[in-house]
């Protein structure tokens, strides 16, 4: 008995490859040696010739009538192809972005539970999934999270999934309204790129992005890479940065079906109450529509205890409310030999209180944020002949805000700043491929920002950015190696006062990994980049504090690491392991110095950043009913100031960076419920440059756990789950003053139809 069935799997570059396969009845995983030799020919067919581990050489060559390659569970994990659930059908697979496509040494490999063999004819189903990158064989640390991954866990948030990462500081200004950004590797939020669908989200005026603003309902995949990644065919503005976060959303997926609608309802503590829907309509065979909208009020009025010496207070947290709503409207066209085409409209909107930070018998606040974001984007990508692929994208922003604060220290009362920003961005690039092993990468990116603001003296400057990148790389079963050039040009036009001088420059990037012995998954890797980013509309132009002057800061980044994976007991499903060593030098820090007449942006400081990243993920079946999944993070950072050693703060931790930090889960799946547990760890830390006792913030361990079960209602399934936040109702901040949340409470409920 057997299984014969197809697969076309298109890559993120256009390419388009037919694997048939033929899988003898059995334990699939006899053929692994078989799939390690599998090469990928200029037919971009699949060709198997080894004998399998029984002898059935013959009998499977004389049962499939083209060349073939097995599909089977590898514990390297590369190139696992996740979520095919679909049962006992031939089966064809379009993949529509980030598909890392590895078939160098380990063919093409697939979870063992994804297919079960009975002999039937059955239709064929168009299956829309994504690939997990083989995170273990790049040359620079990758991290990510899949749709799978998330929903095991119970996460939530996007901020929840980001703090799984090793490496990465969630600034949190606390509640379900709070303000997060995004560190990587104590370099600040502004080196940290957030793109959306591959094109990146940006803001001009501070340079950093509230990942708070995004929704994880419609999310198939976050992605974090430090350093430049593997793959070459991205934008030059992901080059630009040192460590990127992707956010990928889900396609429709439609089986035999014109149509799909998913409902959900999340409430809990505080007054948290989250609705959201998803509809997906195919228009013809080659076009699909989606729409997703979700509303999210609460009142954010949580409990916490205040602490001033002795003395301890029992106080709410006022004016942390929040009322956002969000809608996106998303095209997926399959041109077929024309290529691919996705256009995405985005609107968000939001009116939120700021509470500001605690203080003793002055519990008042009244400051108020309105965002307002729209944006709209475009995305092409297509395979011209055998060798060249292009990508082009187009997107326009504009972002509204508006700050309030009523007091009477300001004249008049009260301050109403109001601000509005605009970016005009265009990128196009071209991949080209001559032989198995070698690629090439050219990428253009050119945009323009604008803010416009009411505050006194408003310069409203204009910034026009060109980024240009060439890469190379070459890749064979051992050896990835890696390079990039950027180039730099940005100029600005203000209508007012004075303007920066015109910036230029060239940042290289190397990375390579290897692995070390052909029958064993274990690789090193190495990498350098040289980076910058020029100072924010806020650092040049904001009130007295601006300063024209200011020189870019730059930093450099190493990182020496090793990657293991396979499977050492019988007991084990699988178990990976990365631990990376790096060294940042940060210079020409733009930070705010403190006169005797007004605070000012300058360039002083010099950062030194040591630091230490272990990953472990690991996944064992106990039985046909049970099975565990898990995953920790620790991450060691000495992050110190080095500007100069007359300073009381000389060699001191910098602020907002703890020494030590770290994250488990624990995830058990049953038929019948699955429970999911995770913690979080965050070592002492200082709010201001000198670390001394007054300035501490105390370390704290975090802990949730949630439960979700998923029921069959005909055609429509049915997922309820309910979450415990910060199960030890720890009293902890994030940021000084800024007190989180205690033990909280959440359900959700979703139907899929």
């Known amino acids: ?34 799939t390690r030799s599998c090469k990928l020919k200029k037919t971009s067919v699949y060709h198997c010739h080894c004998p399998p581990a029984d002898g059935k050489a013959t009998e499977l060559r004389e049962q499939a009538r083209k060349p073939a390659a097995i599909l089977n569970t590898d514990a390297s994990g590369e190139g696992v192809v996740n979520e095919i659930f679909m049962l006992n059908k031939q089966v064809k697979v379009s993949f529509w972005a980030g598909l890392f496509c590895l078939v160098s040494n380990n063919g093409l490999i697939a979870q063992q539970d994804s297919l079960v063999l009975r002999h039937r004819n059955l239709n064929e189903v168009e299956v829309v999934e994504k690939v997990r990158p083989a995170v273990t064989r790049e040359g620079t640390p990758v991290q990510m999270l899949n749709k799978s991954d998330m929903l095991r866990l119970g996460v939530q948030e996007l901020s929840e999934a980001v703090k799984r990462f090793s490496g990465v500081t969630i600034k949190d200004y606390g509640g379900v309204g709070g303000l997060k950004t995004v560190s990587v590797r104590s370099l600040g939020a502004q080196h940290t790129a957030i793109s959306y669908d591959g094109i990146t989200i940006s803001d001009a005026q501070s340079g950093q992005v509230d990942i708070s603003r995004f929704s994880l309902d419609n999310v198939e995949q976050v992605l974090l890479s430090i350093g430049q990644a593997d793959d070459i065919f991205q934008t030059a503005r992901i080059y630009a940065s040192a460590g990127a976060l992707q956010i990928e959303t889900s396609h429709p997926l439609f089986d035999d079906k014109k149509y799909t609608l998913e409902g959900q309802l999340k409430a809990g503590s505080f007054g948290y109450f989250n609705p959201s829907f998803r509809y997906g309509q195919k228009v013809g065979s080659k076009v699909a529509v989606t729409m997703h909208g979700d509303w999210l009020t609460a009142d954010g009025d949580y409990p916490f205890t205040l602490v001033n010496g002795t003395l301890r207070e029992e106080q709410k947290r006022l004016n942390s409310d929040i009322n956002s709503w969000r809608g996106e409207a998303n095209v997926y066209a399959d041109l077929q030999h024309a290529g691919r085409l996705q256009v ?37 990508e297509n395979k011209i002949g055998e060798y060249l692929s292009v990508k082009g994208l187009l997107k326009f922003n504009h972002a509204y805000n508006r700050y309030l604060d009523i007091n009477n220290k300001y004249a008049g009362g009260r301050q109403d700043d109001r601000y509005t920003q605009k970016e005009y961005y265009a990128s196009g690039a071209l991949k080209y491929v001559p032989a198995d092993v070698l690629s090439f990468s050219f990428a253009s990116d050119f945009f323009v920002n604008t803010l416009d603001a009411t505050i006194p003296e408003s310069p409203y400057p204009t910034r026009y950015t060109s980024l240009s990148v060439l890469a190379a790389q070459y890749q064979d079963a051992r050896i990835t190696l890696t390079g990039s050039l950027l180039g730099t040009y940005i100029t600005e036009r203000v209508k007012t006062g004075d303007r920066p001088a015109d910036r230029k420059r060239i940042s290289p990037a190397l990375s390579g990994s290897w692995r070390i012995w052909e029958e064993k998954n274990i690789r090193v890797r190495a990498s350098i980049k040289d980076i910058f980013r020029v100072p924010t509309f806020n650092d040049l132009y904001y009130l007295r504090i601006g300063n024209t002057g200011l020189r870019p800061e730059r930093a450099t980044q190493y990182n020496v690491g090793l990657t293991w994976s396979g499977k050492p007991f019988s007991a084990l499903d699988y178990l990976r392991f990365s631990a990376d060593g790096y060294y940042n030098r940060v210079s020409d820090k733009i930070v705010v110095i403190p006169s005797l007449a007004f605070a000012r942006m300058m360039n002083f400081g010099e950062v030194s950043i040591k630091g230490l990243d272990l990953n472990l993920e690991a996944g064992m079946p106990v039985s046909n009913k049970l099975s565990f999944q898990l995953a920790g993070t620790y991450t060691w950072q000495k992050a110190v100031d080095i500007t100069d050693p007359a300073k009381k703060n000389y060699k001191h931790q ?35 440059p000198q670390n001394i006792r007054e300035n501490r913030i105390d370390g704290y361990i975090e802990q949730g756990i949630s439960a979700n079960r998923t029921f069959k209602l005909g055609k429509a399934s049915l997922r309820l789950q309910g979450e415990i936040i910060n199960l030890g109702d720890i009293n902890y901040e994030v940021i000084k003053y800024y007190p989180m949340p205690g033990r909280s409470f959440r359900v959700s409920l979703k139907i899929n139809y």
């Not at 605690?358 to 944006?375: C, G, H, K």
């Open 344 to 380: 995405k409209a985005y609107y968000f909107d939001s009116e939120r209180g700021l509470p500001g930070s605690v203080s003793l018998y002055n519990p008042q606040a009244r400051e108020r944020l309105w965002d307002r974001n729209f944006f709209t984007q475009t995305r092409y």
């Open 1 to 34: 008995m057997y299984l014969s069935f197809s697969l076309s799997l298109q890559s993120n570059d256009g390419v388009t490859k037919h694997v048939h396969v033929s899988l003898v009845k059995g334990n699939p995983v006899q053929y692994r040696s078989c």
């Open 654 to 688: 910098i602020p907002y960076t703890p020494e030590h930090s770290g994250t488990a889960s624990l995830t058990a799946e049953t038929p019948w419920i699955n429970v999911g547990y995770m913690l979080t760890a965050v070592g002492n830390r200082y709010a201001l």
